[in-house]
């Protein structure tokens, strides 16, 4: 017997110990990945309820892409507090009301009558329901797990953006047809509060306790460096990584929400429409996983800069498919496009985990998000005004391709970002 050991043979622990916390890893990394496609499949859904609505009322597109941004602009703002709340409540309570928020705003939205009313419910709150169990949460909880492979593990939670967009687009379309676009809402809303009772019952204490191995104190990378949110804010590095969330968003959603509409108005049918885009949540995957991959093996500039070369490749076979409608230059887009949707945010995650690391980290995250959801707002609130104004979409892509080269900028010049 080992005497440190009463009643265990020798090695036993060896055995035992490692496997565990693997396993329970792994659990979290499901239980994250899970809620990303519900909520992110969830928001980017308005872009098939995007024309109903509006043949509905008869609102113009800037009136009914305002409830997509209003969505953005809630969840960003609303990501520092979030990170608040996770530091001091832990995830049971963020995910939970996170799920209550998203079925109380689909309900709601099924009986909307007015604009305001749809600003309100799929605006205001399901952008913070999508917020509370959505990427701020995730990272910190992963952090506390993965450690050094944070990159990979959110790589794999940021392709839940195309599992959303892959199920829940086509299915909103069918929806649509069989019960009408209230009728659809009204299943969102069930499914969510539905989802909220195995969520309760979770082992939240386990999951929320973190990896021992990360705890021990030669875990030199997760050493507390005494980061406040008012320290961060003076630091170029901050605002260098809000500005590349606020261009990139402003470039990618200024497109996003009218992908639908658009292939539609060039003449591919309106199911074919949906199920195309929401192909993207296929080779999104690859994007997310092959952007990770590339960072262990070129680093992380050049495969950030080579994620923004394939979004401007597609944002240029978006443009073409208006003369050339077929489905070879589609896929071109899809896979160039949407592959690289949300590709980049994995080794921002890291990055600014990696620079702000301690008790403060998802306070400061959240706050370096606000940059995402002000981008995502403000980009797909002027998409639908460009369109409106000019009646061409020209423009509204002229006006994607420049923020997009924006958001390189820091990559290129900040020496945090280009080291």
């Not at 609102?59 to 608040?84: E, F, H, K, M, T």
């Not at 892959?166 to 659809?184: F, K, M, Y």
């Not at 892509?397 to 080291?419: H, K």
Request: glycine share 12%; proline share 6%.
């Amino acid at each position: 017997m080992d005497e440190k050991t009463p009643g265990k043979m020798p090695g036993e622990d060896v055995v035992a110990k490692p496997l565990k916390p693997a396993r329970v890893a792994l659990n979290v990394l499901a239980l994250c990945f899970s809620l990303s496609v519900l909520g992110r499949g969830l928001g980017e859904s308005f872009t098939v309820f995007l024309k109903p609505i509006s043949e509905s009322f008869g609102w113009d597109r800037a009136q009914v892409v305002s409830v997509y941004s209003l969505s953005a602009l809630a969840g960003g703002l609303a990501s520092p507090l979030i990170g608040r709340l996770f530091d001091y409540s832990g995830p049971r309570s963020v995910y939970s009301l996170g799920l209550l928020l998203l079925g109380g705003a689909f309900l709601f939205a099924g009986h909307a009558q007015q604009l305001w009313q749809f600003q309100l419910s799929l605006g205001v709150c399901v952008g913070v329901g999508i917020a509370f169990i959505g990427n701020v949460p995730n990272s910190i909880l992963l952090g506390r797990w993965f450690g050094p492979r944070l990159p990979t593990a959110m790589a794999v939670v940021y392709s839940a953006t195309g599992a959303g967009v892959l199920i829940l687009l086509p299915a909103s379309q069918v929806l649509i047809d069989h019960l009408g676009w209230r009728g659809a809402y009204q299943v969102f809303g069930g499914a969510a509060l539905f989802l909220l009772v195995p969520l309760l019952i979770l082992p939240w204490r386990l999951f929320s306790g973190g990896s021992p191995h990360l705890a021990r104190p030669d875990a030199a990378d997760f050493v507390d460096q005494g980061w406040t949110l008012l320290r961060a804010l003076r630091h170029h590095a901050f605002w260098a990584l809000f500005s590349t969330f606020f261009f990139t968003a402003i470039g990618m959603y200024a497109i996003a929400p009218q992908v639908v509409a658009y292939l539609i108005d060039v003449g591919f049918p309106p199911l074919q429409a949906a199920t195309a885009w929401g192909f993207s949540g296929v080779v999104l995957l690859f994007g997310m996983l092959g952007i990770s991959w590339l960072d262990g093996i070129i680093g992380r500039r050049p495969s950030v800069l080579f994620s923004y070369a394939l979004s401007i490749v597609g944002i240029f076979l978006l443009w073409l498919l208006q003369w050339h409608p077929n489905i070879w230059i589609l896929t071109g887009f899809v896979v160039c496009f949407g592959s690289m949707i949300g590709s980049r945010g994995p080794l921002l995650t890291a990055t600014a985990m990696k620079i702000f690391r301690g008790e403060r980290v998802a306070t400061i995250y959240g706050a370096i998000s606000i940059g995402s959801g002000l981008g995502s707002a403000f980009g797909s609130w002027s998409g639908g005004l460009i369109h409106d104004w000019t009646h061409s979409y020209n423009p509204l892509i002229a006006f994607a391709l420049v923020s997009v080269l924006c958001g390189m900028i820091p990559f290129l010049v900040v020496p945090a970002l280009r080291r």
